[in-house]
């Protein structure tokens, strides 16, 4: 199976499945001498661990980080860190009675067909469990970029919307609430309604939306390796991610360019920043957003038609323990990519130096 790898050369490499004894990963390529803060890294994994409150999925893992390689002293030394993440919880029995049939909107079908084989205990390696793994390589990606900060935080919930520009918002209000939303009062509709969706046994989806301020000017490389290419690839490889959009995203094709212009100040900053604080694929030092739209999740705990191995068309009902929105986990993981991203071009920044 190929595509485990992301970054050229902040490069990780994840392994693992949802039920199998460990998920785990290999970073190539962090910098020698840095000296890694592990509190952090097992907070934002706390961030990011199920069970965490009543609107999502009940599974108890404590996701605690095992650290084997590339550490001595507290310090990277430049050489491949390798880490494992426990599982400790599974109940694979819930899944049994998917095993010889495909959900809809599930990857049980595709891999079956690619691979001849599948792991139906929770998805396998087709589980957003596998993002753990991720969300410890951003955590370190972060230490890495020392002065940038990366903050994301829910921006909506089915129809319900944060309505004010994210330089309004306090970003220090986005873990006070389980949804993972600095507008008090729009967390509060959204956390409501994410129960009320739970109740129905059914699943609701969501955006995110990213800030990251302090970014230096050059990052990005022309044509394919453009900055927003790059970031639009990574926020595309998280599970149930269905569209990102930079800047003035969608909205700005409806635009004239009179309108949609960034005009400059003297010292090189602009007045408006439509642009999503990157120019012809490179950062241009003002403030990168983007939103990141979540389908919802694909297993209801009610009654849907599945497709049988023998093609059958039946009746079935999802078991388990489940997400009825995954929003407000994946606010750490969009995070955690867009570090990635940062600390990547950041290397490749300095080799051209």
């Known amino acids: 199976m190929a595509g485990n790898s992301y970054g050229t050369l902040f490069r990780v490499t994840t392994f693992g499945e949802s ?11 962090c910098p020698p001498g840095i000296t890694l803060n592990l509190e952090a890294i097992q907070a934002e994994m706390q961030r990011r661990k199920p069970g965490q409150s009543s609107i999502v999925t009940q599974r108890k893992e404590a996701d605690e980080v095992q650290f084997l390689s590339g550490l001595f002293e ?13 599982n400790t919880n599974q109940k694979s029995d819930d899944y049994s009675h998917i095993k010889d049939s495909y959900r809809p ?5 595709v891999y079956e067909q690619k691979y001849g084989i599948r792991d139906y205990r929770g998805g396998g390696r087709s589980s957003a469990r596998e993002t753990a793994c991720r969300v ?11 002065g940038i900060t990366i903050n994301a935080f829910v ?9 004010k520009p994210y330089q309004e918002l306090d970003f ?10 600095p507008d008090p009062e729009t967390a509060a509709q959204m956390e409501d309604y994410i129960k009320e969706i739970k109740k129905q046994g059914d699943t609701v989806g969501g955006t995110i939306t990213c800030v990251i301020q302090n970014v230096p000017i050059g990052l990005g490389e022309p044509v394919f390796d453009k900055l927003h290419a790059e970031l639009g690839k990574a926020m595309l490889s998280i599970n149930a991610v269905k569209g990102f959009e930079f800047g003035s995203g969608f909205c700005g094709a409806r635009m004239k360019g009179s309108e949609h212009n960034d005009r400059y100040n003297p010292d090189g900053t602009t007045k408006t920043n439509l642009s999503g604080g990157i120019q ?14 979540f389908k919802p999740v694909a297993t209801l705990i009610q009654e849907q038609e599945v497709l049988t191995a023998e093609g059958e068309l039946i009746t079935q009902q999802g078991k388990g323990r489940h997400d009825p929105c995954v929003v407000p986990r994946a606010v750490p993981i969009v995070e955690a990519m867009a570090a990635l991203v940062l ?3 950041h290397l490749r920044n300095k080799t051209n130096q």
């Open 19 to 29: 039920h199998g004894e460990a998920l785990g990963g290999i970073i190539d390529g």
């Open 74 to 86: 507290g310090k990277t030394t430049g050489t491949p860190i390798g880490f494992l993440i426990p």
């Open 105 to 109: 909107s599930h990857a049980d079908y």
């Open 136 to 146: 410890v390589a951003g955590a370190i990606a972060k230490q890495v970029l020392e």
């Open 155 to 163: 921006s909506s919930v089915g129809e319900l919307f944060i309505n």
């Open 172 to 181: 220090a209000l986005t873990e006070t609430n389980p949804v993972r939303c």
């Open 280 to 293: 012809g694929g490179i950062s241009n030092g003002m403030d990168i957003y983007f939103r990141v739209a």
């Open 343 to 345: 600390a990547d071009f």
